[in-house]
Nanobody, 123 residues
Framework: QVQLVESGGGLVQAGGSLRLSCAAS????????MGWYRQTPGKQRELVAL?????????NYADSVKGRFTISRDNAKNTVYLQMNSLKPEDTAVYYC???????????????WGQGTQVTVSS
């Protein structure tokens, strides 16, 4: 079994910064895409940022966070990070980590989610 554990959420004033971390653990052979999503009450979960490192590092960001958020990854630690700068009240949400993981002895990738971490930006 694979677990994703997020950390780093909290309360910050507008214009401030936070860094989220998500560590994957368990019976891991390899991880393909890792990413961050967010969700507010009554709305669908939305993509924030994705990162792949196979064949070179590629990232993808939601338009709303481009230029303010940076996703990065430490493959040796099976960890993905989200550096969030110039935070706005509209960034307030529960942030979820996501990873496509292939477990030892398996041949396919499965999608896993973390438990979520609250980010609150006050105006």
């Amino acid at each position: 079994q694979v677990q994703l554990v997020e950390s780093g959420g909290g309360l910050v004033q507008a214009g401030g910064s936070l860094r989220l971390s998500c560590a994957a653990s368990g019976n891991i052979s390899s991880i393909n895409v890792m990413g961050w999503y967010r969700q507010t009450p009554g709305k669908q979960r939305e993509l924030v940022a994705l990162i792949t490192t196979s064949g070179g590092t590629n990232t993808n960001y939601a338009d709303s966070v481009k230029g303010r958020f940076t996703i990065s990854r430490d493959n040796a630690k099976n960890t993905v990070y989200l550096q969030m700068n110039s935070l706005k009240p509209e960034d307030t949400a529960v942030y979820y980590c996501n990873a496509e993981v292939r477990e030892l002895g398996d041949y396919v990738y499965h999608n896993y989610w973390g438990q979520g971490t609250q980010v609150t930006v006050s105006s």
